[in-house]
């Protein structure tokens, strides 16, 4: 079975940087496509940013864009979000998600517990 687990967030100032890991296990990493969501406090979950299997497309929500970047490591079955220039606005639990053959902006058949992100202004 799959398992995602995601990890990275903590405390940062406006205008900082995160980088979060998500490990994979349970199946063939390189067959899966890949993303990240995130939920604010009393909002909805909303995607972030998705990569393909092979890496090379990505797709990212308008207000993260030339922020984050997406990335992923089929070697050591890892993905990762490098969160750059950080606001307030991205407070909220991160998590990654995985579905095959590729994975949708509203939801996606496996997700990891989430890490909390708390940019302070």
């Known amino acids: 079975q799959v398992q995602l687990q995601a990890s990275g967030g903590g405390s940062v100032q406006a205008g900082g940087s995160l980088r979060l890991s998500c490990a994979f296990s349970?199946?063939?990493?390189?067959?899966?496509?890949l993303g990240w969501f995130r939920q604010a406090p009393g909002k909805k979950r909303e995607f972030v940013a998705t990569i393909s299997w092979g890496g090379g497309s990505t797709t990212y929500r308008d207000s993260v864009k030339g922020r984050f970047t997406i990335s992923r490591d089929n070697a050591k079955n890892t993905l990762y979000l490098q969160m750059n220039n950080l606001g307030p606005e991205d407070t909220a639990v991160y998590y990654c998600?995985?579905?095959?053959?590729?994975?949708?902006?509203?939801?996606?058949?496996?997700y990891g517990q989430g890490t909390l992100v708390t940019v302070s202004s």
């Open positions: 998600a995985a579905d095959r053959p590729t994975i949708a902006t509203t939801s996606a058949q496996y």
């Open positions: 349970g199946g063939a990493f390189s067959s899966y496509a």
